[in-house]
């Protein structure tokens, strides 16, 4: 069975420090993993995802399968980035279709001025 | 393109009572999936329908059943509701899957803004 991990239910920090949401997980198959973002009367929406290796809003995240993380960063916090973020690891769902995801419990970002 | 979107914004019930959630999908998507969120939890995933069939189903009882159209809306139905099935409920459309090289990989799913169950 599959799980994920945030271990931080909250974490503040001041604008322009550095910020490292964590994010473990298990899961027999190759992962995907995703970071999803609620922004305060927001629907949720996807922040990054790991197979696209991309930098969305300053964020990025690496999977490392060898610790089973796939912890988000930006080097300078925003006050804008206070939100609640969510890991959350795509298996299949089953037949011919994909994409079951199994979130973590949400870590909520504050930035202070 | 249209966003998905669901119906109706917030919902009260008693004990017992049925209820019948909606979501109509994203343009030119045919998947639809179903997510409980209790308060302070993460999403979690109750089943999820193409082409009109279930495809893969998470811990939840008979009593959570659903229904998808042709033209790809879905309907999440609670019988018998209990105390602990306030939460709010989302659905994410999306394609079954994208191929990246040689493999097929989830695709994104896109979030509704939810229906809020209260049951009383």
Redesign the interface.
Known sequence: AQRVTQPEKLLSVFKGAPVELKCNYSYSGSPELFWYVQYSRQRLQLLLRHISRESIKGFTADLNKGETSFHLKKPFAQEEDSAMYYCALSSNAGGTSYGKLTFGQGTILTVHP | ETGVTQSPTHLIKTRGQQVTLRCSSQSGHN?V?W?QQAL??????IF?Y?RE?E????NFPPRFSGLQFPNYSSELNVNALELDDSALY?C?S?T??VR?GNR???????????TRLTVL
């Open positions: 998947t999936s997510y302070g939890q993460g999403p979690q995933f999820q193409y069939e495809n893969g189903r998470g989302l994410a999306s079954p899957w990246t097929d990989r989830a695709d994104t799913q896109y979030f509704g803004p939810g």
